[in-house]
């Protein structure tokens, strides 16, 4: 196993750029004729009044940053997984006082609402 | 067991893989149509061609020659951008999925997969972490406000699902030992389908899959109803095609993910594998299709709670039960 086998990823992404170009350029294809209703931000018909990027609910960042942190915590979850049969008992111990963790932290963010979309 | 390819050899094999699946692509559009229609006691595009089967090459030609222009506040790089790196993703992500081991054309052996890594799995999820990119930044890019708040709540929802996901998964590698998905075929082949050792991973698997593609009933970034068509809402013509073609190449890839960790892949009796492995592949899509045709559009505030106050937990508990029954029953 070494980096010779992560190439074909790269012949892959090749591919898909080159699909992507392909569409691109194929979508100049079609007629240009702009005018400013046209190119007007589609509000259902109504003209727009106020800025576009405005104040965002908290609850979208909280629900990233919670993603983070358990996302992390799986992350460690992977290897002792891929062990847990060779390592047995021990490996065990160390995944159940790992998730032991994982969910406290879930309990917690639970009973402080996190979890809750306002 | 591994061929050493030379890089022309990946290339076209990439650029195979990417036509076959891009075709795959078209005709489950299509069908999807037409079994949407059944589904609702009509008949569904019929006129194109034999039993309209010529349906997706008339919808490209008439996204073809659609107007295709940029909203005034978009962020024009991005905005174009944002398509082609969704297709990027999508398309990189075939490269993972195994169709067998080794075959033999005109003397030349090469292997059925595009690449077969010791992290397989772990690729798997950062390319679909890069997917999310494109979409948000289709989103944001676009200078519209249904396509901000579409590309927010696409976000959320999908780091939300992605951690269930990752979760269902533990289970199945701590039995077979292995990232690498021809390895876990393999184990599948020695052993059962993991799909009996594993059935509420499975399930979980299912459930997020369904949610990380953005399906009914998890279609909230796009949901009619509230947000016109979410992040998409300003693409036209093909850039809007691209969008739909990246979500159905990712259908694709995870049910090939999904059939490769729970349904043994490859394995079967009597056919070859590739051919079983299309087969699972689309006995999953059904599956999609059928849920689309079948259940309303959740809440978002329902899809949240879901997530993480269900889907999460019950993934913990597998994951726990899993890790005993193997740690203490199935050591080496």
Known sequence: MDLYDYLPIVAFMIAGLAVGGAILTLSRIGPTKPNPAKEMPYESGILATTPVRQRFPIDFYLTAMLFIVFDIELAFLYPVALVMRDNGIPALVLLLVFTVTVVEALAYVWRKGALEWR | MIVHEPFWLMLIKAALLAFVVIT????????????????QARYGPNRTGLMGLMQPLADVLKLVFKEDFTPRGANRVLF???????ILTAVTGIALIPFGTTGEILGHEFNMYGTDLNVSVLVLFALAGIGFYGLILGGWASG???????????????????VAMGLSIIGVVMISQSLSLVDIVHGQMTSVWYILLQP??????????????????????????????????????????????????????????GASLFLGGFDGPWLPGWIWLLLKIFVFLFGFIWLRATLPRLRYDQLMRFGWK???PIA?????????????????
């Open chain 2, 316 to 332: 913990l508990v597998n994951l726990v039960v899993t890790a005993i029954v193997v740690g203490v029953f199935f050591q080496n």
């Open chain 2, 144 to 162: 519209n406000k249904y396509s901000l708040l579409g590309a927010a709540r696409t976000a959320a929802q999908l780091v939300s699902y992605e």
């Open chain 2, 310 to 312: 269900v889907l999460l």
């Open chain 2, 24 to 39: 795959i692509f078209a005709y489950v559009m299509l069908a999807e149509r037409k079994l949407l229609g059944r589904f």
């Open chain 2, 80 to 86: 174009h951008i944002a398509p082609a790196l969704v």
């Open chain 2, 200 to 257: 509420v991973g499975f399930l979980v698997f299912l459930v997020a899959a369904v949610a990380e593609t953005n399906r009914v009933p998890f279609d909230l970034p796009e949901a009619e109803s509230e947000l016109v068509a979410g992040y998409l809402t300003e693409y036209a013509g093909l850039k809007f095609a691209m969008f739909a073609m990246a979500e159905y190449v990712n259908m694709i890839v995870l049910s090939g993910f």
